[in-house]
């Protein structure tokens, strides 16, 4: 599989796509017809592929996928820290460009990496000199030649297309004069993932757009697309690869939707995985409390320094909670947690609260506008409990007035036997949620919407509430009165109406019905204790 795509690539006869052969910008010609023809050629360029000699495993060696690469290049990682970097002047005096991309970010190789392309030296030597400089200097880089591929090529197309060969063919030394050029690249699998990093090393933005599309039509695999988000980072490969980098993220997030099902495994995973998953939207999770409690336990487990922590929390993780969806008991313990900054806290939290106090339109608009970037701090996410608003007063007598919405589609999703919770209010130190079900009503003729009030803790507890719902009707939009009610609590039970509109589901869901107003359903509960 390896030798074949390295062959396609350089293979004349192999066909291209358009999207190749364009450059960085759409005003490019197509310049396909010149490729590998003497006809248009100013000079040869010969690519060495390299491998290891007996004894020395290439990097890559005996893997099969793009998952096995990724392993392969952790474990070459963790060897390289331990070797020594190879010093310059080991280098054979001749005309080379060291392509060997996948280990440049380790610090191995004879190129110095900071130089631009001009600091090449063409020199001839002697044949004892060649021949000792090539047996000794270069198997310390543990590579033999393993093949060569010779194209004719353009100099003003390859420069064009190029800026690493327009600096080489202009720079007005020797080298900008040789009609052959030598290009050095190590063969590991895969291949495209090889081409692709040379394409970012010798700047060709359209061969990385195109080994991108190609590596985006392989299965995506959780290795694979770890892999893909660390890439190098350069501005140029960060516009080049983003439909990559994108669409892994996309599969990050997919997979780990419900991250209660994969807790033990998101737990492993390095901060680019754990962004791509806490940027979605669809995140099947209870409640925003709960993103924070699970993105504080990371971040103690991969920084158990305090002062790394605060740092990955307030400049990378901090971005992806959306604090304003938090409750205001979790914001309070926001702002007394030790592993944020407390001016960063302050901020977070107070945008919060500023956001929480908005009308509900102002918050939809706010919501819009982050839509469109890369912050999504005040969209909100398909919680498995639904956001709730509460006022809370303690005097006269201690109350508490709780707004729910639900959206038409939510509603619709009941059907025909479903539930929705809210989250957690308290009310005299009590945990209590609402529950809204589709259910039959109480002769079982059809079913309608139901509304329900549940008290959390179990125990022996128990204290009386007078209860009301209600819910904004048309014509009016104002809230009506829909329930009242008392009653008893003890942990763990609810009470409630099973046909709060006193209509059929269908009339409650037709596109005439009198409580969906611009797609949302609006509902009331006023809880009051009684002494």
Same mark, same amino acid.
């Given at each position: ?47 060495? %592929?390299?491998? +290891? ?5 290439? /990097? *890559?060696? !005996? @893997? ?5 690469? $990724? ?24 005309? %080379?460009?060291? +392509? ?5 970010? /380790? *610090?191995? !190789? @004879? ?5 631009? $392309? ?414």
């Amino acid at each position: 599989m390896r030798n074949q795509l390295n062959s396609d690539l350089f293979d004349p006869r192999t066909e291209m796509d358009s999207d190749y052969l364009r450059g960085a910008s759409a005003s490019d010609g197509d310049f396909g017809f010149a490729f590998n023809d003497s006809n248009f050629s100013d000079r040869l360029l010969l690519i060495e %592929i390299m491998g +290891g000699p007996p004894g020395c495993r290439p /990097d *890559g060696e !005996g @893997c099969t996928s793009i998952a096995d690469w $990724a392993r392969h290049r952790k474990r070459r990682r963790e060897d390289i820290k331990k070797e020594n970097v190879l010093d310059l002047s080991l280098c054979p005096e001749e005309q %080379i460009l060291n +392509g060997n991309q996948p280990d440049m970010d /380790d *610090g191995v !190789g @004879c190129e110095n990496q900071d130089e631009e $392309a001009v600091a090449m030296v063409e020199e001839t030597l002697s044949g004892d000199e060649d021949a000792n400089s090539n047996d000794s200097n270069w198997s310390m880089d543990c590579s033999t030649i393993l093949r060569v591929k010779t194209l004719h090529i353009s100099s003003p197309i390859l420069a064009a297309k190029s800026p690493f060969f327009y600096k080489l063919f202009s720079n007005g030394m020797r080298e900008s004069e040789q009609r052959h050029v030598t290009l050095r690249i190590n063969a590991s699998a895969p291949a495209l993932l090889d081409v692709l990093m040379a394409a970012d090393k010798f700047e060709v933005a359209s061969c990385m757009r195109y080994c991108s599309r190609l590596l985006r039509n392989l299965p995506m695999t959780p290795e694979s697309a770890l892999l893909y988000l660390d890439l190098p980072s350069s501005v140029l490969m960060a516009e080049a690869v983003q439909p990559l980098t994108d669409a892994a993220k996309q599969y990050l997030a997919a997979r780990y939707k419900d991250m209660t099902k994969f807790q033990e495994e998101v737990m492993t995973l390095p901060l680019a995985g754990i962004e791509a998953i806490l940027f979605s939207d669809d995140l099947q999770i209870a409640s925003e409390d709960a993103v924070y409690d699970f993105v504080l336990k990371w971040a103690r487990a991969h920084y158990p320094k305090l002062e790394d922590r605060r740092e990955v929390l307030g400049s990378r993780l901090a971005r992806f909670i959306r604090f304003p969806y938090m409750t205001c008991r979790k914001l309070k313990k926001v702002l007394t947690c030790n592993d944020f900054d407390h001016d960063v806290s302050s901020k977070l939290v107070l945008e919060a609260l500023f956001f929480k106090a908005e009308a509900p339109h102002r918050q939809r608009s706010l919501a819009a506008e982050e839509s469109a970037t890369l912050s999504r701090r005040f969209v909100e996410r398909a919680y498995k409990y639904r956001p709730v608003k509460v006022v809370e007063f303690e005097l006269p007598r201690q109350q508490c007035v709780v707004y729910l919405d639900l959206k038409k589609e939510e509603c619709a999703n009941l059907f025909p036997s479903g539930r929705v919770y809210s989250q957690a209010f308290h009310l005299g130190g009590q945990g209590f949620f609402l529950s809204a079900h589709c259910n039959m009503d109480q002769q079982s003729s059809f079913h309608c919407f139901g509304l329900f009030l549940g008290m959390q803790e179990k125990g022996s507890v128990s204290f009386t509430v007078d209860y009301e719902f209600a819910a904004r009707s048309k014509p009016t939009e104002e809230f009506v009165s829909k329930y009242k009610g008392n009653y008893t609590f003890t942990g763990g039970k609810a009470v409630g109406y099973r046909n709060l509109f006193a209509i059929p589901w269908t009339s409650f869901m037709a596109e005439d019905s009198l409580y969906f107003i611009n797609g949302f359903l609006h509902l009331r509960a006023e809880l009051t204790i009684r002494h």
